[in-house]
């Protein structure tokens, strides 16, 4: 792939906007990591972060290269517990930094990388992420996924100024990080499909050109599937790789827009209603892959049914935002009283561009093709059933898109088409 164009950009686009990439460069390939000491040449007091799993992929090949710039502080952020990017660990980090500080080196992967990204802009600092795991595409990406005051928020950052990704590491990564890595490219057939209806319903700005960009990498990705799973180079670097662009994608419109949807909203009442129930749930592209499958489910339904107008009662509404979110009820309340969603009638809306919302809808993978190309990496999709159930599923398709202020399929099925009870 070449990043040196994508991360060029362009500076006229038909969309009407200029698409920008604040990355200085991408390093993706067998011996990757070597390069690491010439890209932080410039840097004398450099804060290194990881994890103990982390740290034992490649943090020790990673500090031997910059051992003389790194400062005293060497942050392990745990000790083998899953890390939880939330308020803890951000001022664990800060509390590391000094005036002196003039970069910050994460090693690692989704968490790792948000937190660098987070920290290192909330300081005005540069950082350099070196990627262990082809897990996720939020390595090249502007927003940072955070868990503050126990809600999965998204906050303004931006992408680091260097990627270091050594196929040697990633392809030794567990599998389950692989197979994650690959769900999250797989669920952008639904995300994508999220933001052309929201274009046709909501008139909200779309780049047929980002989209294309997305819309060509998954299907790249799609065709990886036995090299992933044979552990082989050429694939993973191409995941990778896959990774990075869609993360360059989200850079060139300043949100995920193009890489989350509908299906990011269920993975994200999953991760939160873990969180807050000690309950399990799978690694993020894991469930956004699995969700992909309930997505598409929705839209079946969908093309077999008409809308009907439903009454919202907003007290039985909040009454179960308690019930799911518990202890951050009160962040989801307000945020969809500031958004107003639920009050706005728009069915006329919906019913004079019937026709071609279906035409949108249709252009989606089936819920069947959904589940091929997940079994293709041995993603097993009664795993998902047995691991959240009937009723938490539910929960997620009914109450998931209050996370978030994206308008996608999951609103347009629960005003129109579930019944009065939320069924499903």
Avoid at 1 to 26: K, N, T, W, Y
Wanted: aromatic letters at 10%; glycine letters at 8%; hydrophobic letters at 40%.
């Amino acid at each position: 792939m070449d990043f040196q164009e994508l991360l060029r950009g362009r500076d006229a686009c038909a969309c009407g906007r200029a698409h920008r990439c604040p990355i200085d460069s991408v390093r993706i390939g067998s011996g990757a990591l070597a390069s690491l000491g010439e890209l932080c040449e410039p840097y004398r007091h450099i804060l290194l972060l990881s994890d103990a799993n982390t740290y034992r992929a490649c943090g020790e090949a990673v500090y031997q290269q910059i051992a003389d710039r790194v400062e005293t502080n060497r942050i392990l952020l745990s000790n083998g517990d899953t890390v939880i990017p939330n308020e803890e660990k951000i001022e664990e980090i800060e509390a590391c930094l000094t005036d002196a500080t003039d970069l910050l080196v994460g090693v690692g992967s989704g968490v790792i990388n948000d937190l660098c990204k987070y920290v290192s802009y909330k300081h005005g600092l540069r950082y350099f992420i070196v990627a262990t795991a082809p897990s996720m595409d939020g390595y090249a990406s502007v927003g940072a996924a955070l868990v503050l005051g126990g809600m999965k928020v998204t906050r303004n950052a931006r992408p680091p100024q260097a990627i270091v990704a050594d196929t040697a590491v990633l392809k030794a990564a567990p599998m389950e990080m692989l197979r994650a890595g690959y769900g999250d490219i797989i669920g952008k057939f639904s995300c994508l499909n999220d933001w052309k209806l929201s274009a046709l319903i909501n008139g909200e700005y779309f780049c047929p050109f980002v989209y294309g960009l997305t819309y060509s990498t998954a299907l790249h990705v799609k065709e990886l599937a036995q090299g992933v799973c044979r552990r082989e180079e050429a694939a993973v670097e191409a995941l990778m790789e896959a990774l990075v662009a869609v993360g360059i994608a989200m850079s060139y419109v300043d949100c995920s827009r193009p890489a989350s949807g509908s299906e990011h909203h269920l993975a994200h009442f999953f991760e939160i209603t873990g969180i807050l129930d000690q309950t399990p749930y799978f690694a993020h592209g894991t469930d956004v892959a699995y969700a992909s499958v309930e997505t598409a489910k929705l839209r079946e339904r969908i093309l077999a049914s008409y809308p009907q107008r439903r009454p919202f009662d907003r007290a039985a509404w909040e009454r179960e935002i308690r019930r799911v979110y518990t202890s951050c009820a009160n962040g989801v309340i307000a945020l969809q009283s500031k958004l107003g969603w639920y009050e706005q009638d728009d069915l006329a809306c919906i019913e004079s561009k019937w026709e071609e919302i279906c035409a949108v809808i249709a252009d989606a993978p089936t819920a069947k093709e959904f589940e091929a190309m997940l079994a293709a990496v041995g993603l097993d999709i009664t795993e998902f059933y047995a691991t959240y159930g009937d009723a938490k599923i539910a929960d997620a398709v009914r109450y998931g898109k209050d996370l978030k202020d994206r308008y996608t399929v999951l609103w347009l099925y629960d005003r129109y088409f579930a019944d009065a009870a939320g069924r499903t």
